[in-house]
């Protein structure tokens, strides 16, 4: 089969968007390839292509990821398809690779993506970047520990007063949050549109606000499924806000479930509870990680402990960065060179971006017999220098 790889072009964007929709078991309509096509940026979308006929896609956006102590520039990827006429054959790998090259070349050192199946990316370097929780918590049970202390209000906003208010708010509550990615405005217009169709049998959405001398502090989307209220998104940037919302979405009448999505794994709630059992908390991996260029991703993070470790990385998709790497960390930044001495730990490159964003311990890998502790004691110095203040999250799916 003779598969061809490239950047599409312009007019080729219908196609593609139609396409990718096929591919994930959907029909694009009209509007869908307007919108999309305000994101396009000539190069950073590919096809594959046989003969003239589009049978894979795979895209990737530039942004910024939040990582311990700082952020780095990342290519968020989307819509990777094969079309099912032409799975397993080899063509995702040939788009993967094409596509890892392109982003290093472009000088961004990490590279992110929603999976749709938890199988399938780690053969590319991908790892867990990030943890989140789904929620669901009967009505009854959703007393507080405390009752919080609410200075504050909480307010209705119409979609467009949330398209001026609700982008600052979620910049300000991701700050220094590892695997955060911001928002583009595309994106927020897309989701603020709310289309019926992407409503699943629910209310159109309702956003509250929450202000305190004035300013918002953070916001809540949610709809209203019978009597189930969805959470689709709740942002705060500071505690009083965060258990003010709550309390909110928890009092709202003729209720008698509460759901949530894409929740932290730190996040506070479940300690705020009365009853905290009550609630249902189902953890999965949520965004995935590579890391592109490992020696600027290595030194573009600060470690919560100083301390020095020659990391071997076994990276054959990304040959650039197969290696050993000594690392040179703490609280006020890193220094990495390549190394030719003894390795104290050795992994894969999935491995190491989860290790990298603070996702898993080393140790926990270690155990678990996909890191390898080459002299004692440096599983448990990498815990405690790749340790992150804040649980990776990424409220942004892409
Ligand atoms: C996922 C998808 C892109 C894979 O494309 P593909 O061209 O079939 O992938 P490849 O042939 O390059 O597969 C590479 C390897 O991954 C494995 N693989 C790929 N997709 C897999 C899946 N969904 N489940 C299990 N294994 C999978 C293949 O078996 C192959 O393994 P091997 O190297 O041991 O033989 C394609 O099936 C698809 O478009 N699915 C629907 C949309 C989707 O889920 N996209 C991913 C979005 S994050």
């Known amino acids: 089969m003779n598969i061809d790889v490239r950047p599409i072009v312009r007019d080729e964007f219908p196609t593609y968007v139609r396409a990718a929709a096929r591919a994930f078991g959907g029909h694009a309509l009209d509007e ?53 006429t032409h799975t397993r054959r080899g063509i995702m790998t040939r788009m993967m690779d094409h596509q890892l090259r392109d982003v290093y070349e472009r000088g961004e050192p990490v590279a992110a993506l929603w999976a749709s199946e938890s199988i399938i990316y780690k053969r590319f370097g991908y790892g867990p970047g990030s943890f ?59 989701i603020l549109a709310d289309p019926e169709r992407r409503r699943r049998g629910g209310s159109a959405a309702f956003h509250v606000v929450y202000r305190s001398g004035g300013a918002a502090e953070g916001y809540a989307s949610y709809r209203i499924h019978e009597s189930t209220l969805r959470v689709l998104e709740m942002m705060s940037t500071s505690g009083a806000a965060h258990a003010a919302l709550w309390q909110y979405l928890f009092g709202v009448d003729l209720m008698n479930v509460i759901e949530a999505r894409n929740r932290p794994a730190d996040d506070p709630l479940p300690w705020m509870l009365a009853d905290p059992r009550r609630l249902e908390r189902r953890p999965t991996e949520a965004l995935w990680v590579r890391l592109v260029d490992v020696g600027r991703a290595l030194e573009g993070r600060r470690y919560m402990r100083p301390g020095r470790l020659v990391l071997e990385v076994d990276d054959r998709f990304c040959p650039w960065n197969h290696g050993r790497y000594e690392l040179e960390g703490g609280p006020e930044g890193a220094r990495v060179r390549r190394s030719g001495a003894a390795a104290d730990l050795a992994m894969p490159a999935a491995d190491l971006a989860a290790c990298y964003m603070g996702t898993v311990r080393p140790s926990a890998l270690a155990q678990a017999g996909r890191v390898q502790e080459r002299a004692p004691g440096a599983a448990a110095q990498a815990d405690a220098m790749f340790a992150a203040r804040l649980a990776p999250w990424c409220p942004y799916s892409f």
Do not use: Y
Not at 55 to 83: F, K, R, W, Y
Not at 148 to 173: H, K, Q, T
């Open 32 to 84: 869908d390839v307007r919108r999309d096509f305000r994101g396009f940026v000539p190069g950073r979308w590919m096809g594959a292509f046989q003969g003239s006929e589009l049978v894979g896609g795979a895209a990737s956006m530039p942004g910024n990821i939040g990582v311990e102590g700082g952020a780095l520039p990342v290519a968020a990827v989307v819509d990777v398809t094969v079309q099912p």
């Open 132 to 190: 989140h929780e789904q929620w669901r918590i009967p009505r009854p049970f959703t007393a507080f520990l405390r009752p919080a202390a609410n200075p504050g209000s909480v307010e209705f906003v119409s979609p467009d007063d949330a398209a001026a208010l609700f982008p600052e708010v979620f910049r300000n509550a991701i700050r220094g949050r590892p695997a955060a990615i911001e928002r583009p405005r595309t994106k927020w217009e897309a």
